[in-house]
């Protein structure tokens, strides 16, 4: 058996770590062969809430899980931490704008972003899932200047599972035979499935579906998914999503099969400015990422792609206060 690696969760009694907790303890994120010491944070309010998910923890008699830490204090959850996924963060409240909510959520991300400069491993890697999941990263990640900028990361990972199966089911494949399929810019609305550079069972995608599905269908019916989950379940995806982390930690950390979406820190790569944090195409190996560059884009993709770009942009502008 390997050493046990130090893994925090932040929103330790919400949802979507409802799901994620038991299967990271497992194993499904970094595999059957390796131990883990939990380490979750809490608000003060939610503290009992997570006492009970420990309880729970314990009850199921994991054998991976090596020791639990329940904490209400950044500083004590992300200690020498090797991976850190940071699903807690303020909801819209009712009448919130959404400047309200990106200044309520810069506050948290600094925060996290100090703790995770001074405890965490040097070798740390993070997700962020709160939303405004990309411009959240990009604070922490602001605060956290002896970290590099590509340790942080943002999760698209949902957004681009759905455009998979979305594309399978129209095409009559299944998820595996669906190759390069893009989720470019920001986890919201504004985000671009991409599926021109796509190919389903070796044949080009758009070869397959008609270009108005592709658009008036396809596009919308992914950037609302999260809307449309609400609607139905009368509460937000919360097993998905931490499907999708498990899904973006374990290929960052062992590898990935063909191209993956991952928000990352831009780096002029296709045109789009650095210093936002941005869903690229990547290939993961070896504990890193790499951009896969070379696509050709033609002009509906560029302009889709500059219009979730601008979006972080703004986001960028209303928090630049915060910015370290
Ligand atoms: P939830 O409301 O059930 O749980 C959030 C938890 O975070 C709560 O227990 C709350 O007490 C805790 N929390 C709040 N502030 C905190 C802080 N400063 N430190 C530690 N914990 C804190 O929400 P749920 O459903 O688990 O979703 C969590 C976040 O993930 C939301 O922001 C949601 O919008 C986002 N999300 C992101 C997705 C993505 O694809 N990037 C997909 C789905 C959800």
Known sequence: MKDPVRIAITGGAGQISYSLIFRIAAGDMLGPDQPVILQLLEIPQAMEALNGVVME??????PLVRDIVATDDPNVAFKDIDYG???GS?????????KD???ANAAIFSVQGKALNDHASRDV???????PANTNALIASCNAPDLDAGQFTAMTRLDHNRAMTQLAQKTGRHVNDVESLIVWGNH???QYPDISQCRVDGKPALELVERDWYESDFIPTVQQRGAAIIKARGASSAASAAAAAIDHMHDWALGSDGIVSMSIPADGSYGIEEGIIYSYPVRC???SYEIVQGFEIDAFSREKMQATENELREERAAVEHLLG
Do not use: H, Q, W, Y
């Not at 890697?125 to 939303?131: D, I, S």
């Open 188 to 190: 919201s609305a504004t």
């Open 57 to 62: 923890i314990n009850d199921c008699a994991f």
């Open 85 to 87: 996924l940071l699903v």
């Open 285 to 287: 190996k070896g504990g």
């Open 101 to 103: 909510l990106l200044e």
């Open 90 to 98: 303020k909801p819209r409240g009712p009448g919130m704008e959404r």
């Open 125 to 131: 890697k993070v997700l962020v899932v709160g939303n």
